[in-house]
């Protein structure tokens, strides 16, 4: 016989769950190095608390939060670059092509 509590676990569809870990943050390496040296950068506070550490723990994950976001705005920033440089070789590569077919066609009457 299922007790109250045992009724009240909902498990969600296989869909839901998929559409949740699409959302969960995955600790890469560098990531879970990054927690650790953070975590370490506040040994003192951990160690000789003046607040609660869920509140210490609230600053460790701010702390990572910004670390990362800054860290994404900066691949953002140079794939930005790259893309930039690549829309300038192809602007070069087409006037390149142009000024070759100009000269051409200038060539063509002169040999004729």
């Known amino acids: 016989m299922a007790t109250e509590s045992e ?4 498990i969600p569809p296989t869909g ?3 559409e949740k870990s699409k959302k969960e943050f995955v600790w890469t390496q560098q990531a879970t190095w990054l927690l ?3 975590r370490l ?13 869920k509140k210490l723990w ?6 990572l939060y910004l670390e990362l976001q800054e860290r994404k705005m900066d691949l953002w920033m140079q794939q930005k670059a790259l893309e ?3 829309i300038e070789a192809i602007n070069n590569l087409a ?5 070759l077919a100009e000269y051409r066609n200038t060539q063509s009457p002169n040999s004729g």
């Open 41 to 53: 950068s506040m040994d003192a506070d951990f160690n000789r608390p003046v607040c609660k550490m």
């Open 16 to 18: 839901t769950q998929t």
């Open 36 to 38: 650790v040296r953070t």
């Open 7 to 10: 009724n009240d676990i909902e």
């Open 84 to 86: 930039e440089r690549k």
């Open 58 to 63: 609230a600053i460790v994950a701010e702390k």
């Open 95 to 99: 006037r390149a092509i142009s000024s």
